[in-house]
């Protein structure tokens, strides 16, 4: 007598072969413009940098004209958002008389007594600008800005008198 084996029936046919995430941020325009404007500045300096034959050239195009959307989505100019690898520069306040520069210090001087003279500022494009200081706390602070190479603006009356000092964290 033949044994029938009865193959068991499949009930569940379905299965998983991958799963994606979507995530929407919902936030205020002060959280999300920043971030967005520091992407584009690095992204659009990157696309500077690349090779036009790259493969990789037209996705970051492409992520650049995204990012710009958003940023003007916001109710920012994302034409005034410049190409550099640091981000977009610190936002300053403007105000009539006052002028700003940005850049790196590259060097914090001292007299031969240790109190603090002045600091050089320098941008992207290598010119330098001096400031001068005797204030200690502002030493203190360029130096620390110096040792962890971090973005920093200066604003200066007409008199180059240093009103402000922002630095760009991260």
């Known amino acids: 007598m033949a044994r029938e084996t009865a193959e068991p029936e499949m009930t569940n046919w379905r299965q ?3 799963t994606f995430q979507v995530k929407i941020p919902v936030t205020t325009r ?7 404007e520091d992407a ?5 300096w990157r696309v500077q ?13 492409r992520y650049v004209s995204y990012l710009s959307a958003r940023v003007a989505g916001f109710g920012a100019d994302p034409d005034s958002v410049p190409a ?3 981000g977009a520069p610190p936002i300053t306040a403007r105000e009539p008389g006052v002028s700003s520069f940005s850049g790196r210090v590259e060097e914090v001087i001292y007299d031969c007594f240790g109190r603090p003279e002045a600091f050089v500022l320098s941008d992207c494009c290598g010119s330098t600008r001096t400031f001068i200081t005797h ?3 502002v030493a203190k602070v ?5 040792k962890e190479q971090l973005v920093v603006a200066v604003q200066v009356d007409q008199s180059r008198c240093i009103r402000r000092i922002a630095i760009q964290c991260c």
């Not at 584009?40 to 659009?44: D, F, I, R």
């Not at 940098?49 to 195009?61: C, D, E, H, I, T």
């Open 16 to 18: 998983v072969v991958g």
């Open 142 to 146: 360029v130096l620390r800005a110096c």
């Open 40 to 44: 584009l500045a690095v992204l659009k």
């Open 135 to 137: 204030d200690p706390g």
């Open 49 to 61: 940098q690349m090779a036009p034959g790259n493969r990789w050239y037209p996705v970051l195009q």
């Open 30 to 36: 002060d959280v999300m413009l920043r971030p967005d």
């Open 84 to 86: 550099s690898p640091d």
